[in-house]
T-cell receptor
Framework: DAMVIQNPRYQVTQFGKPVTLSCSQT?????MYWYQQKSSQAPKLLFH???????NEADTPDNFQSRRPNTSFCFLDIRSPGLGDAAMYLC?????????????FGPGTRLTVL | GQNIDQPTEMTATEGAIVQINCTYQ??????LFWYQQHAGEAPTFLSY??LDGLEEKGRFSSFLSRSKGYSYLLLKELQMKDSASYLC??????????WGAGTKLIIKP
């Protein structure tokens, strides 16, 4: 089945210790998104890739970086995690150009910062 | 500013019908989405409306009125597994998705 996969599902890191979250997709979608979602809040878009073009949201902290080495994979790097970065990180994909351009989500990675 | 409003929490009874409302104020409009999100899981796509009217999909229906900036999600024959948060999201004129905080739906036997 075509899908969006995120690894790991749960990640525990220490304050200030870099962490990388990964996302892969078999949907052959050209757009990939990273969201941060805290409990009972709306998902917050961090950045997205339209093909190879990187689009950073204005209020995304510099502490968050992303890489998309190919169409299928996208990584989220948190260089120095703080306690406030504990959240669910969601990867989503879409096929731009379709009328609906619906975003499909992976299962998420729950990040704990100690 | 851009804003999506949904009730924070609703309670309904198994087998009943519930309507979850969403009002929006955005810079332009290019479609409205409803997603279901179970606790600790990712959102899953439920419905998409871009024209006024009702879209029906099994037990779930979604309605849109663009002139009123208003949508609702109607869930019929409620089941316990429908206990989840329901997120409304609007795509604006820049094709950005503006998300509501979600409505937590509690189903009681």
């Amino acid at each position: 089945d075509a899908m969006v996969i995120q690894n790991p599902r749960y990640q525990v890191t220490q304050f200030g210790k870099p962490v990388t979250l990964s996302c892969s997709q078999t949907l052959n979608h050209n757009v990939m998104y990273w969201y941060q979602q805290k409990s009972s809040q709306a998902p917050k878009l961090l950045f997205h890739y339209y093909d190879k073009d990187f689009n950073n949201e204005a209020d995304t902290p510099d502490n968050f970086q992303s890489r998309r080495p190919n169409t299928s994979f996208c990584f989220l790097d948190i260089r120095s995690p703080g306690l406030g970065d504990a959240a669910m990180y969601l990867c989503a994909t879409s096929r731009a150009g379709l009328a609906t351009d619906t975003q499909y989500f992976g299962p998420g990675t729950r990040l704990t910062v100690l | 500013g851009q804003n999506i409003d949904q009730p924070t929490e609703m309670t309904a009874t198994e087998g009943a019908i519930v309507q979850i409302n969403c009002t929006y104020q955005t810079s332009g409009f290019n479609g409205l989405f409803w997603y279901q999100q179970h606790a600790g899981e990712a959102p899953t796509f439920l419905s998409y409306n871009v024209l006024d009217g009702l879209e029906e999909k099994g037990r779930f229906s979604s309605f849109l009125s663009r002139s009123k900036g208003y949508s609702y999600l109607l869930l019929k024959e409620l089941q316990m597994k429908d206990s989840a948060s329901y997120l409304c999201a609007v795509r604006d004129s820049n094709y950005q998705l503006i998300w509501g905080a979600g409505t937590k739906l509690i189903i009681k036997p």
